[in-house]
């Protein structure tokens, strides 16, 4: 059996997106800008119409921020932008996989996100007090990457979002929708946990450049990148939902 060698995959991978990226926009129904106007997709006005219910389960779920786990555990891959364990995420779903135990406990999240055309990941992301992420970009133009505001520090605009020029400062039940391949960086500088929506879309396009975005994510999806995820998240829940051990027995005094 060839043994999977992740640093010889991802260096090939990032020779190789670029001209996959390239016929990518060929086909792109939209213009390359940082910020994706929110009127571009008929479904943005239905998810803020239910962001009251987003919110409110979200709140529900994570009373305790530190019960769901820092993106590092789950994608060490995301270990050089996630070193400090105060970005958490709870997956519901992930590159087109639903995670059926998270969704059975955001049910109306989780039915509400269902209806987005196009929906390749969907998770809660917290950004602990004092979080920084630093600059990077994402993997590919193929994707869309939009934040729906949950729970926002009383000092919004010291917990913000650069996207290439763009300051961006979250609002509750607003979304906003940016092409991650511009660099951008996250901020939280209160003493506050920022909660928000995380989605990621396919990005619109013509054929051919659909049906070759689509076999990229069905490989994805078979991927060892997406599979230990998967296991990392499985193991993970084993570990923090395992019940204490008993505690010992004393001994009768003699």
């Known amino acids: 059996m060839v043994k999977f060698n992740r640093e010889m995959v991802i260096s090939a991978g990032q020779k190789a997106l670029p001209a996959f990226d390239r016929l990518i926009m060929r086909s792109s129904k939209l213009a390359e800008q940082p910020l994706i106007p929110g009127e571009t997709f008929d479904w ?13 389960e979200a709140k529900a779920l994570l009373t305790d921020t530190m019960s769901v786990p820092s993106v590092q555990e789950i994608s060490p891959d995301h270990g ?9 995420s709870f997956f519901m779903y992930a590159y087109g996989v639903r995670i059926g135990d998270n969704c059975a406990k955001a049910p ?26 630093p600059r990077h970009t994402g993997p590919t133009k193929a994707i869309l990457t939009g934040h729906l505001g949950l729970v926002i520090p009383l000092k919004r605009e010291a917990c913000h979002m650069r ?5 961006v400062v979250w609002e509750e039940g607003r979304f906003v929708m940016f092409d991650d391949m511009y660099p951008h960086e996250v901020w939280n500088d209160t003493d506050e946990d920022r909660i928000i929506l995380l ?15 689509d076999l990229f994510f069905a490989g994805l999806r078979a991927s060892p990148f997406v599979r230990d995820g998967l296991r990392n998240l499985e193991a993970w829940k084993q570990a923090n939902d395992a019940p204490a051990p008993p505690a010992p027995e004393r001994m009768a005094a003699e």
């Not at 943005?44 to 409110?56: D, F, G, P």
């Not at 989780?110 to 990941?121: F, R, W, Y």
């Not at 996207?163 to 300051?167: L, R, S, W």
């Open 199 to 213: 989605l990621h879309v396919k990005r619109p396009l013509r054929f051919p450049g659909s049906a070759l975005r």
């Open 108 to 133: 109306k999240t989780a039915q509400i996100v269902s209806k987005i055309p196009g929906l390749l990941s969907a998770f809660y992301s917290i950004m602990l007090a004092g979080a920084h992420v």
């Open 80 to 88: 050089k932008i996630a070193t400090d364990g105060k970005w958490r």
């Open 163 to 167: 996207v290439a020029d763009e300051n």
């Open 44 to 56: 943005v006005s239905y998810l803020e119409s239910n962001a009251h219910t987003i919110r409110a």
